[in-house]
């Protein structure tokens, strides 16, 4: 039960003006990235389900530095992978990942893969992360492992062979590539993203100082229930959506 006096994911009366909000906060997770680093050459993309078009979805246009990004350069891209609005071209590998990762999944709203240090680098291990850390139990029997790598993802049915192994879960480990999150927001999947390639980043070094006492499971499955539900989620974002917006408020445009 969320508090009264908790923040609220909004609710809208036009499909226009919950468009807007969600390219806007679609814009705000980019710039993010990008100040966490998250950046690297042309990889990388978030997706944000159209709320007319649903099996349509909103995508940073290729090749454009995650930090410039405005809510107005953003692609609309439907299901066959055509732009549909927007003039620049669409990442095939947003399309054939990503597409398939909505089809799949209908309960949820957004997707976010990048090629971010510590992620990329914890799933060269294939391994799954432990419940090191109070953060890190968000994902505790709710990530999957992709334990395969056959070069870039261009194809639809690798994109399909990575949404089956995701399952219902909300995040998935790539071997040898990346993280990728889903959420039922924009702000949720962003900030599993964050807090996952953070855990990835602590798990490694508390690997490299010794051996890490685990959380046992029972505490684990508690502290998850706790955190890693879609509204802890959405509500862990908002801060750092106000703190960019006031810093960078043309992300907005």
Same mark, same amino acid.
């Given at each position: 039960m ?33 100040r966490?680093?998250?950046d690297?050459?042309?990889?990388g993309?978030?997706?944000?389900r159209?709320?007319e078009?649903l099996?349509?979805?909103w995508?940073?246009?290729?090749g454009?530095?995650?930090g ?14 055509e732009?549909?609005k ?9 399309f054939a990942?990503?597409?398939r990762?909505?089809? +799949?999944?209908?309960?949820?709203q957004?997707?976010?893969h990048?090629h971010?240090?510590y992620?990329?680098?914890? +799933? !060269? ?9 109070q953060?890190?139990?968000?994902? =505790?029997?709710d990530h999957?492992?992709?334990?395969? =790598? ?20 909300k995040?998935i ?14 702000d ?6 964050? !807090?996952?390639?953070? +855990?990835?980043?602590?798990?490694l070094?508390?690997e ?21 539900y879609? =509204?802890?989620g959405?509500l862990s974002?908002? +801060? ?14």
């Amino acid at each position: 039960m969320i508090p009264e006096n908790f923040p609220q994911p909004p609710t809208f009366e036009k499909v226009e003006d919950e468009r807007c909000y969600l390219k806007q906060r679609l814009a705000a997770a980019f710039r993010l990235f990008a100040r966490y680093g998250f950046d690297e050459g042309v990889a990388g993309h978030i997706t944000v389900r159209d709320p007319e078009f649903l099996d349509h979805f909103w995508v940073n246009p290729f090749g454009m530095y995650f930090g410039h990004i405005c809510a107005s350069d953003l692609l609309l891209v439907n299901h066959d992978g055509e732009v549909v609005k927007g003039t620049k071209p669409v990442n095939q590998a947003a399309f054939a990942i990503h597409s398939r990762i909505h089809q +799949s999944r209908p309960d949820i709203q957004a997707a976010a893969h990048a090629h971010s240090l510590y992620g990329k680098t914890w +799933s !060269t291990l294939g391994r799954l992360l432990d419940p090191l850390t109070q953060d890190a139990c968000a994902f =505790y029997e709710d990530h999957a492992l992709f334990n395969d =790598y056959t070069g870039v993802v261009l194809q639809t049915d690798e994109g399909d062979r990575i949404a089956q192994t995701l399952g219902r879960k909300k995040a998935i480990i790539l071997r040898n590539h990346g993280l990728l999150t889903v959420g039922h927001s924009v702000d949720e999947a962003a900030w599993w993203f964050i !807090t996952m390639d953070r +855990s990835c980043q602590a798990q490694l070094m508390a690997e490299a100082a010794g051996i890490p006492q685990l959380i046992d499971p029972d505490t684990a499955r508690l502290t998850a229930s706790q955190i890693g539900y879609p =509204y802890g989620g959405w509500l862990s974002f908002q +801060s750092l959506y106000e703190m960019i917006v006031s810093q960078e408020p043309d992300l907005l445009d």
